[in-house]
């Protein structure tokens, strides 16, 4: 009787999973295909049946960066046929601090040690519970529960902040007997002269809006994200690349274009040796329609044409080379261009990223545009406008000014509508006048984010790369941007990076899945002729700018973007700004 039933059981079981069916499948295909490893055939033929892979467990822990500080990685473990498997691990940039766009600033060592603690502590624990089953193909669920937790955590951290705000006015605010503290005396009379030259600075200057400080942990939010989507991919046995481009699309398009690759030429900025401190970077653009492997060999030649021996790098993988004035790096590189044959307005273009937020002195309520030479916000704007006058391949200016100097940004704007686009690389909201803004994927941006702003905006859009792990090439191609910049062709990372990208672009060729690049504006400059809108490669880059007012996108390295939540609650009457994809950068997107 007691083997009865054990046989009734087993033969119940084999029905209710279909067992002996799908034997009999597996083995009239085996016979008929007759594969020569006849075990692995069966293998691959079960493993389809398989259950969906689901996430089991994550483990964040410490790493360094390429800058050797600390940040997080995350590892995603997966049940997959039964077994657990680590799937991948991920991680994105951190940015603490409002200097984060200085070259010689160092993040506070022990701060970057509680965010990074605190990030683990997430990851490890509510996290790892939150996820637990979920499959790693389900991105946009995930990014919701991510995103949903972090905005409980961001509410629960204002609330903190706002107490000991609180404390600090109130301890401040009464004696030790209770009584309120005496009135502070009133300010002496000011000279007539004094008084005017004080409010002629004030109405020059308006004062630096207060940065906003990184929520504690909220890279791991990121990280997590990214993790989750290089799961996914793997699983499915795809590129991350499709399967960002699938997530955008809710299916896998038939063609991806390579973006165009920016590259750093030069930095001259604070930390150059010369007078000059305007140009943080200096920044090549190609036509497009040029192949990774093409522009990797001109620019190379341009870079070792215009770099003196034994110069310094910067960290975006470029010289730091020293100048006196603002006009002689771009005399040396349409010197350097001349001399090897390459059209600078025709074959090259430039664009820099003035870094100007940096340069200012709130004491003399001007830039320090050079050593010992300052310039008041009109001043700088006439700079500029010679600079375009001269150079008319110059065609972006990154943070020309700060973001309150509203009217300079109007002015330079009007003033070069079809021939300079002004990008903004900062918090949003932008200055009116913008056209583009540099982001990056950092924090608590998720891959939803990402995707999401890239469906919704339409344009002319850059992702940038230089400090850590971000998946720059294979993002930039998934979510269709027009523009990547992966920094200077100098140091193994950003080489890495270049590689990856030109790999991406040989495996689209041999599919035959490789798209061109096509042209959203019809008018770049009133020099140059009308782009045909047929033309899948334009002769040359088109205009960051819009002709009808949207913005234009890219994905940046240096820029900090909120997530959805948070952004539609605070700030809903702006425009939305996201964490790698608007339009020129150098971040920590790796591939």
Not at 22 to 44: C, I, T, W
Not at 362 to 389: C, R
Request: proline share 6%; net charge negative.
């Amino acid at each position: 009787d007691i083997l009865d039933g054990g046989e009734k059981k087993l033969a119940g079981f084999y029905r209710q999973n279909r067992i002996p069916e799908e034997m009999e499948k597996a083995l009239n295909r085996l016979f008929f295909k007759q594969p020569e490893d006849v075990h692995g055939y069966l293998a691959s033929y079960f493993t389809k049946l398989s259950a969906a892979p689901r996430i089991n467990r994550l483990n964040g822990r410490k790493v360094y960066d390429t800058r050797g500080q600390l940040s997080v990685e995350v590892e995603v473990f997966c049940i997959i046929c039964n077994e657990e498997q680590n799937v991948c691990s991920a991680s994105v940039s951190s940015c603490f601090g409002s200097n984060e766009y200085s070259v010689d600033w160092k993040p506070n060592c022990q701060e970057r040690a509680e965010h990074v603690k605190t990030a683990i502590e997430w990851i490890n624990e509510p996290l790892n519970d939150m996820l637990k089953g979920y499959n790693p193909c389900d991105q946009s669920q995930i990014d919701h529960l991510l995103s949903k937790f972090f905005m409980t955590q961001y509410l629960e951290w204002k609330d903190i902040l706002q107490r000991k705000e609180e404390e600090k006015i109130y301890g401040s605010g009464e004696s030790d007997d209770g009584c309120p503290p005496p009135t502070a005396a009133a300010p002496t009379k000011e000279k007539r002269g004094d008084t005017k030259k004080t409010t002629s600075i004030e109405k020059a200057l308006p004062p630096t809006e207060p940065t906003e400080p990184v929520v504690p942990g909220s890279l791991g939010i990121g990280s997590v994200s990214l993790a989750v989507a290089k799961a996914g991919a793997k699983v499915q046995g795809i590129p991350l690349y499709k399967h960002i481009a699938s997530l955008k699309t809710q299916e896998t398009p038939a063609q991806l274009h390579i973006p165009i690759c920016l590259v750093t030429l030069m930095s001259c900025g604070k930390g150059s040796p010369g007078k000059l401190r305007l140009m943080e970077e200096v920044i090549l653009i190609p036509k497009a329609g040029q192949s990774v492997t093409e522009l990797q060999k001109e620019m190379m030649k341009i870079m070792n044409a215009s770099t003196k021996a034994g110069a310094v790098m910067h960290d975006s993988g470029a010289p730091i080379l020293g100048f006196e004035r603002a006009e002689q790096p771009l005399e040396l590189v349409a010197e350097a261009s001349a001399n090897l044959g390459l059209a600078l307005g025709a074959e090259i273009y430039l664009a820099v990223n003035c870094a100007a937020a940096e340069l200012m002195d709130h004491s003399k309520g001007k830039y320090e545009v050079a050593t010992g030479m300052f310039k008041s916000p009109d001043e700088l704007l006439d700079l500029y406008q010679s600079l375009i006058n001269k150079f008319p391949a110059l065609v972006a200016l990154i943070n020309p000014f700060r973001k309150e100097d509203n009217e300079q940004w109007e002015k330079l704007r009007n003033a070069n509508t079809d021939s300079c686009s002004l990008l903004f690389e900062g918090k949003a909201p932008p200055p009116p006048a913008v056209r583009g803004y540099v982001v990056k994927h950092i924090h608590d941006t998720t891959v939803s984010d990402l995707v999401h702003f890239a469906s919704e905006k339409q344009g002319n859009r850059l992702t940038d790369s230089e400090l850590q792990h971000c998946v720059l090439p294979p993002q930039a191609v998934g979510l269709g941007l027009d523009y990547i910049k992966l920094g200077g062709l100098i140091g193994a990372e950003r080489m890495t990076k270049y590689n990856r990208l030109l790999s991406i672009e040989e495996e689209l060729a041999q599919r035959g899945a490789q798209g061109g690049m096509t042209t959203r504006l019809t008018v770049w400059s009133q020099k140059h002729a009308a782009l045909d809108s047929a033309s899948s490669t334009p002769p040359f880059p088109p205009s960051f700018g819009p002709t009808s007012g949207v913005p234009r996108h890219i994905a940046g390295e240096r820029t900090e973007w909120r997530s959805a939540q948070r952004w539609r609650q605070e700030q809903t009457h702006t425009h939305r700004a996201v964490a790698v994809i608007q339009l020129v950068g150098t971040g920590h997107i790796a591939g």
